[in-house]
């Protein structure tokens, strides 16, 4: 009972539920938010179908086929990408909306809304939950690019944090807590400042938090995170507890390209989870604030032992590489909602050391959302201009890398087949913005 107890977010809303559910009733709030039960599998070092049946609880085998089967292929890495059949479950969960927005200003909540809307809303996903919202601030340099502000070309903008932040208590969350690791030593607070970002605005929304998850921050121990059916390339992942520590993961991220992994979304955005102090050139200082080059590739960091990686059958390319990674850790910690901003972005790499030439001024003028990040994120490929998301290696934008979101799919954590998507809003057609 206690994995039904993660899933439902504690006390009081077991009770709102009722300790003893119908499996009708459970399944039909499994099969709306499916992600919930992966993360309470993931919390849960023990479980059997006979200590479920012991609570009390009797479970049909067919409603939950999807969950268990397709973690279970988390190791097998099938060739080919066939398209695979999707449970009803399974194809819930693949609702995506794409909505115009064309600039910052007063229409960027409205725009979000209607997303949720089209998805079916977010409340029974965060009603009295605390809800992580993992941010996109990679490289932590606010240095204007290409002439406009980085919240207008590669890390996430002010305007969507605060318009995701007041949606998320309109709908009941109880608490949310804003995170990203760094490459400071500060207090997240200070650099969301820094970035010009109107931090008592934010807290004046609610019960807001923040945390630089470069380290143990306020927490006390890693969490040790298991990757269902064993990984690609890791087994496991110690991160910061706020990883841990909440009920509901919102990856807000923007619509771009990636030197090494093609287009980075709102699963790439996981990258960043793994600790600095663990995962980065000065592992093993709580002080780091070293970038994850041993994750990208080990040359000349083989001293760096990385917690939870397997000891063989692991390439040192990291075309090969950081695929593998964005799927072993959106398996180990799943995404509950996906939010890619295409308000503003750009093309030719991630961040400024792509190198100017390469990088291009974007404006789709779209706000992308859903519940599965597989499936959002194949929206938002879409979206650039790249007619296959599951495309092969050699294929743009996976010319030079593996497909992570094939590589997700084939894990089981999603579908990327935009004929199996339920895409609401906008069609491709209209939203398609070239990324070249």
């Given at each position: 009972m ?9 006390t009081s809303a ?11 009733k459970?399944e039909?709030e499994?099969?709306?938010h499916?992600?919930l ?5 993931m919390?849960t070092?023990s ?7 012991q609570?009390?609880?009797v479970?049909a085998?067919?409603p939950?086929?999807?969950t268990?089967?397709r973690?279970g292929?988390?190791?097998a890495?099938?060739a080919?990408g066939a ?5 009803p479950?399974?194809l819930s969960?693949a ?13 960027v ?5 209607k997303?949720?809307?089209?998805i ?18 990679t490289g932590s340099?606010?240095k204007?690019v290409?002439?406009?502000?980085v ?9 969507t ?6 949606l ?18 500060d207090?997240f607070?200070?650099t969301?400042?820094e970035a010009?970002?109107?931090v008592?605005?934010?807290?004046a929304?609610?019960k807001?938090?923040?945390e630089?998850?470069r ?15 064993g ?15 909440t ?8 619509l771009?390209?990636?030197a090494?992994?093609?287009v ?12 600095n102090s663990l ?7 709580e ?9 990208h590739?080990?040359?000349?960091f ?5 917690p939870?990686?397997?000891e063989?059958?692991?390439s040192?390319?990291p075309?090969?590489?950081v ?6 850790m ?7 909602l996906?939010?890619?901003?295409g308000i503003?972005?750009?093309?030719g ?6 190198g ?17 990040p597989?499936s ?8 650039m201009?790249?007619?296959n ?7 743009k934008?996976?010319q030079d890398?593996?497909n992570?979101?094939?590589l ?14 339920d ?6 057609e209209?939203a398609?913005?070239?990324?070249g």
């Amino acid at each position: 009972m206690d994995l039904l107890w993660r899933c439902y977010g504690g006390t009081s809303a077991c009770l709102r539920a009722g300790y003893y559910l119908t499996a009708a009733k459970l399944e039909a709030e499994l099969s709306e938010h499916p992600q919930l039960f992966l993360t309470a599998l993931m919390k849960t070092k023990s479980f059997s179908r006979r200590s479920f049946i012991q609570q009390g609880l009797v479970l049909a085998a067919a409603p939950l086929a999807f969950t268990w089967t397709r973690v279970g292929l988390l190791a097998a890495e099938t060739a080919g990408g066939a398209t695979q059949t999707l449970s009803p479950s399974a194809l819930s969960a693949a609702k995506v909306a794409v909505v115009p927005c064309r600039t910052y200003g007063p229409e960027v909540r409205p725009a979000l809304e209607k997303c949720f809307d089209l998805i079916g809303g977010v409340g029974s996903l965060v009603k009295n939950k605390t809800v992580v919202v993992k941010l996109n601030l990679t490289g932590s340099d606010f240095k204007p690019v290409l002439g406009r502000p980085v919240g207008e070309m590669y890390m996430t903008h002010y305007t969507t944090a605060l318009a995701l932040g007041s949606l998320l208590f309109a709908a009941g969350a109880r608490r949310v807590r804003f995170v990203e690791s760094t490459q400071k030593r500060d207090a997240f607070e200070t650099t969301l400042a820094e970035a010009g970002w109107d931090v008592p605005a934010l807290s004046a929304l609610g019960k807001v938090e923040f945390e630089n998850t470069r380290n143990l921050g306020l927490g006390k121990k890693y969490s040790h995170l298991r990757v269902p059916g064993g990984g690609y390339m890791f087994s496991t992942f110690d991160l910061n507890h706020t990883y841990e520590d909440t009920d509901v993961l919102v990856s807000l991220t923007k619509l771009k390209n990636h030197a090494t992994a093609g287009v980075t979304l709102s699963m790439k955005n996981l990258f960043g989870l793994p600790p600095n102090s663990l995962y980065g050139t000065e592992a093993g200082k709580e002080s780091a604030t070293g970038h994850r080059a041993p994750m990208h590739d080990p040359k000349g960091f083989e001293g760096i032992k990385l917690p939870g990686m397997k000891e063989s059958g692991i390439s040192a390319e990291p075309g090969w590489r950081v695929p593998r990674i964005t799927a072993d850790m959106c398996a180990a910690r799943p995404i509950h909602l996906s939010i890619i901003d295409g308000i503003m972005a750009m093309s030719g790499g991630e961040g400024p050391w792509c190198g100017e030439k390469l990088l291009k001024a974007t404006t789709p003028g779209v706000l992308i959302a859903g519940f599965n990040p597989v499936s959002t994120d194949a929206v938002g490929t879409a979206v650039m201009g790249y007619a296959n998301p599951r495309a092969a290696r050699g294929v743009k934008p996976f010319q030079d890398c593996d497909n992570h979101l094939l590589l997700a799919e084939q894990a089981g954590l999603g579908t990327a087949d935009l004929a199996q998507i339920d895409l609401r809003g906008m069609p491709i057609e209209k939203a398609r913005y070239p990324y070249g």
